[in-house]
């Protein structure tokens, strides 16, 4: 065989090597998150405008429980949230901000009444980024307009941005499973009433 035919093949094996390593590095390096939504509880709340005058919302409580398979560790910048309805409409919602979620009291199914302790499980307030083996997860609170209280829900989308403005979507469409309250309150550390079901 040819000096130079081998010269070439083995400069040809290690290129490809190269990119190889590259590309393999790009991918476990890129962000992915992966997670969990758990089904909203939906309530109402009123927020007051300039003027004095209060508008009434309909508000759409949510757990997400985020994780990545990837190594690098990913922080999060913001929150979306989508819902189609059963009637085949959809809404994007706004996310709620600041003090107004401190101290809000929920119904869940079957009337049973949870206070979730928002303030010290949002997920945003965490400071934590998503890793590998330690996932992130908590509460994040959406608004719509009034007339949404009353619908039902067929699917949730929500969009999840990282620090680098690549948008993850994670979306749930079982709406009609009825949620276990129990894994939710062991989760985000919170306890259930003894006379809720």
Known sequence: MDVKLIVAIIGL?????GWVT?????IIHKPKINGRI???VVGKFSINQKGGK???LTSFLVYLYLTTNRRTPVRVLEY??????TDGTTHKLERVFGSTVENLTFKWINDAVINPRLSENLIYKKQTPIEQKDPLHGFVLF??????YSRN?????ITVVDVFGNNHQISESNMDEKP?????ADLAGFDIPDNND
């Open 80 to 85: 979306k949230m989508e819902v189609t309805f």
């Open 180 to 184: 276990n309250i129990y894994l939710l």
């Open 38 to 40: 758990f089904q909203p």
């Open 143 to 148: 608004a719509g307009t009034e007339e949404l």
């Open 13 to 17: 094996l290690v290129g490809i090597s």
């Open 153 to 157: 829900i067929e699917k949730i989308i």
């Open 22 to 26: 590259f590309f393999y590095n790009y």
């Open 54 to 56: 209060q508008r009434e």
